[in-house]
């Protein structure tokens, strides 16, 4: 009987702190509730702040290495240097490329002459959002400079290896070959 009793006083303080914690808890909040829109407007607001500092964080990495890149609508950062007069890489193309990307501190994370050279189909597969847009602005034979905010990288997750959330990358890219895509051929 002595055991029982230890058991049921045991399960009462037990109860006891429980609910005593809950009721603190409670006590705790006094902010209001919020509505949804009231988290969206600050998750955007958030956000428009993330953006203003990471366009301000890649114009100070371009005014301290004197780089004077052109501006895409989506806020890719590029400079290219042509080497043909051939046709533009489009939607569909098979494209062979060497590259180096860096995170703007200057760390050198992935390269062609480490992992081999990619190669990409054009917008038909999954691959960092800028990197289709970088391939859409050259030529067989051009390079590049690019710096792609990290909406146009690995986004909000990072690639869950070397490159972090949220982070801008830069890239530099040479084309070697394009296929071009069999339904414009024809």
């Excluded at 009793?5 to 006891?16: K, Q, W």
């Excluded at 702040?49 to 964080?57: I, M, N, P, V, Y």
């Excluded at 067989?140 to 997750?157: Q, R």
């Amino acid at each position: 009987m002595t055991r029982v009793f230890r058991l049921f006083a045991l399960i009462g303080l037990l109860s006891s702190i429980l609910l005593s914690c809950q009721c603190s808890n409670s006590q705790k909040s006094t902010a209001p509730p919020q509505t949804r829109k009231e988290i969206e407007d600050r998750r955007m607001e958030a956000q428009k702040q993330f953006l203003k500092k990471e366009r301000a964080s890649i114009l100070a990495y371009m005014k301290d290495r004197k780089l004077d890149l052109e501006r895409t609508g989506t806020g890719l950062y590029y400079k290219l240097t042509k080497d043909s007069a051939s046709e533009k890489i489009t939607t569909g193309d098979d494209v062979s490329f060497e590259y180096d990307m860096y995170l703007m501190n200057g760390t050198l994370v992935y390269s062609s002459a480490k992992e081999g050279t990619r190669k990409l189909l054009v917008d038909r597969e999954d691959a960092e959002i800028g990197i289709h847009e970088i391939l859409k602005l050259m030529s067989v034979g051009d390079k590049g400079l690019f710096i792609l905010p990290s909406h146009l990288a690995f986004g909000v997750a990072g690639d869950q290896n070397k490159i972090p959330p949220k982070t801008a990358l830069v890239y530099e890219v040479k084309i070697l070959n394009v296929n071009k895509s069999k339904s414009k051929l024809e």
